[in-house]
């Protein structure tokens, strides 16, 4: 059987932003796990990536100062400091072994050695928080068939499919496939029928319950 590749993919400015290292921890973790899962935006990236590297090869050449190299590394330094790792492996609870692309493993296991465990929201519904900077991030497992509460969004949503799929109206998303989704979207994404859905979901800004069954979600969800 061939392998499936996504059909659904970021805007091309996200692209263009994450190969000049232009954006935010928790978009770029997002973004970052697609990309492993998509050639075609991998592809992508190295194309911005190789023409921003020709851009730089045409500035012209400019003195620097006696200190910028010490400044530069302080600078780099600093870009890279991300969230601390943990000093062994921590595996996952019980039944919880997942393949994980590469961008998500430390962060799991940060998760995982923080708290414990997965949290249940609702009935099928099923959370674990991510520790990473600029907008909320979360792991979220939906069960065959299960719902998500109708809801809107004050900011820009980003929900990346891993394993399973799940329906948000007539369209479908599968492993790989990323949905955004911003203030003008109101919806009820359903998982499908053949089993349970795994997604990398960042959210920024408040999710928009319009339902009760929503609001008591969103409430469990720290919204």
């Known amino acids: 059987?061939?392998?499936?590749?996504?059909?659904?993919?970021?805007?091309?400015?996200?692209?263009?932003?994450?190969?000049?290292?232009?954006?935010?921890?928790?978009?770029?973790?997002?973004?970052?796990?697609?990309?492993?899962?998509?050639?075609?935006?991998?592809?992508q990236v190295a194309d911005y990536e190789a023409l921003g590297g020709e851009l730089l090869s045409e500035l012209p050449d400019e003195s620097l100062a006696a200190d910028s190299l010490t400044k530069?590394?302080?600078?780099?330094?600093?870009?890279?400091?991300g969230p601390a790792r943990p000093s062994r492996s921590i595996n996952p609870p019980a039944g919880d072994s997942l393949l994980l692309p590469q961008p998500l493993r430390d962060y799991m296991s940060q998760a995982w050695a923080a708290r414990g465990s997965w949290r249940s929201v609702m009935p099928g519904l099923r959370t674990l928080k991510l520790k990473a900077s600029g907008a909320k991030v979360w792991m979220m497992e939906l069960g065959a068939g299960r719902p998500i509460p109708h809801h809107g969004h004050r900011g820009q949503e980003m929900v990346l499919v891993l394993s399973g799929g799940y329906h948000d109206g007539e369209t479908g998303y599968g492993p790989g496939d990323i949905q955004m989704s911003g203030p003008e979207t109101i919806h009820r994404p359903v998982a499908d029928d053949d089993g349970p859905c795994l997604c990398l979901v960042m959210v920024e800004g408040a999710i928009r319950p319009t339902s009760l069954l929503g609001r008591l979600v969103a409430s469990l969800f720290g919204y």
């Not at 263009?16 to 997002?30: F, I, R, S, T, W």
């Open 72 to 81: 530069t590394l302080v600078k780099l330094d600093r870009a890279n400091a």
């Open 1 to 43: 059987m061939a392998s499936r590749h996504p059909g659904h993919h970021p805007a091309e400015d996200q692209l263009a932003n994450y190969a000049a290292g232009d954006m935010a921890e928790a978009p770029a973790l997002v973004i970052a796990t697609h990309l492993a899962l998509c050639p075609a935006c991998r592809r």
